[in-house]
């Protein structure tokens, strides 16, 4: 991509409000992201648990671009969690999962429950504004279509 493209579509991006759900267990997590985000004057929101992320999105239904899903969460994993956001409220927006793992079969299953991508922990910098400017930017266009 070349630098002025990248440019024009970093400052729309900016100047865009997104709202970013971010399915995590872990505080440090929530900074690492929340730091990552600011990029795009991005405030995302927090939810802790699979179960938490519902009610969230239960209750706010269409106000989340995108949700970044942390797989292994306690109780209710970020797999079945994906499964339920897609079947129980119907909810469109990609879903990247946030993984350590990067074994095979473990992409392979959570593209199967609905995911849309994967990013490996630790995120780097360069490679996460990558993914999040092509999905934010893919939203982008959805909403103007």
């Known amino acids: 991509m070349s630098d002025n493209l990248d440019a024009l579509i970093t400052k729309q991006l900016k ?8 399915v995590d267990d872990d505080d440090f997590n929530h900074l690492i992201i929340s730091e990552l985000l600011k990029k795009w004057n ?8 699979g179960e938490q992320a519902l009610e969230m999105v239960h209750q706010n239904p269409g106000k989340f671009d995108l949700v970044l899903m942390d797989v292994y969460l306690p109780q209710m994993s ?3 969690t994906t499964q339920k956001l897609r079947t129980k409220c119907d ?3 990609p879903i990247i999962a946030l993984t350590a793992d990067s074994m095979k ?5 959570i593209l199967k429950v609905g995911m849309n991508d994967v990013m490996i922990k630790p995120l780097k ?11 934010l930017q893919q939203r982008l266009e959805d909403k103007n279509a």
């Open 42 to 49: 991005i405030n995302p929101e927090f939810a802790l648990s």
């Open 91 to 93: 909810l469109k927006v």
């Open 125 to 135: 910098p360069e490679s996460f504004h990558q993914k999040m400017r092509h999905y």
């Open 15 to 22: 100047s865009e409000v997104f709202q970013v759900l971010v």
């Open 78 to 80: 970020g797999l079945e």
């Open 105 to 109: 079969d473990t992409r392979e299953n």
